[in-house]
C-alpha cells in the first residue's frame, strides 16, 4: 500500500496541488501528481476529457486489481475529485479539493452537482 495521502510518491498533497502540470495533460487536474497520473494512463486515461461520465468506484476497483492490493481509500477520492473536474463546467472550487469527496459521491454518466452520500 501507498504512503498516505500527503506522502512522497503519492502526488496528491499541498505540493502537488500547487506544481504546474508540466505538460501532461492529467496534471491539469488538481491533486493530480505524477504517481496518480501514471495510475490513470495505466488505467486507459491519456486525458482529462476521457474521465467524462466514467465511475470513480469502478476506476479505484480497476486499479486496486490491477496493483494486486486494495489501494488507500484517498486514491477513491481522488479519483471523484477528477471525474467531477472533468465532467463540471464551471466546478466549485471547494470541490476541487480531493478530500472534500470523503463520504460523497458523483452521479456517474452526466455532468451533475456531487450529492452526499456512502463513501
Not at 59 to 85: I, K, N, T
Request: charged letters at 25%; hydrophobic letters at 35%; a neutral charge.
Amino acid at each position: 500500500m501507498r504512503p498516505g495521502p500527503l506522502g512522497a510518491g503519492w502526488g496528491v498533497g499541498e505540493e502537488a496541488m500547487a506544481s504546474p502540470w508540466s505538460g501532461d495533460p492529467l496534471r491539469r487536474i488538481p491533486g493530480i501528481g505524477p504517481s496518480l497520473a501514471q495510475d490513470l494512463r495505466d488505467l486507459g486515461y491519456q486525458e482529462v476529457e476521457a474521465l467524462r461520465g466514467e465511475d470513480p468506484e469502478r476506476m479505484y476497483a480497476r486499479l486496486s486489481e490491477l496493483r494486486g492490493e486494495r489501494q488507500d481509500p484517498c486514491v477513491l477520492y481522488v479519483f471523484r475529485c477528477a471525474v467531477y473536474f472533468a465532467s463540471t463546467a464551471g466546478p466549485d472550487p471547494e470541490l476541487l479539493k480531493w478530500w472534500s469527496w470523503k463520504g460523497r459521491r458523483f452521479p456517474v454518466g452526466e455532468p451533475q452537482s456531487p450529492r452526499k452520500g456512502l463513501g
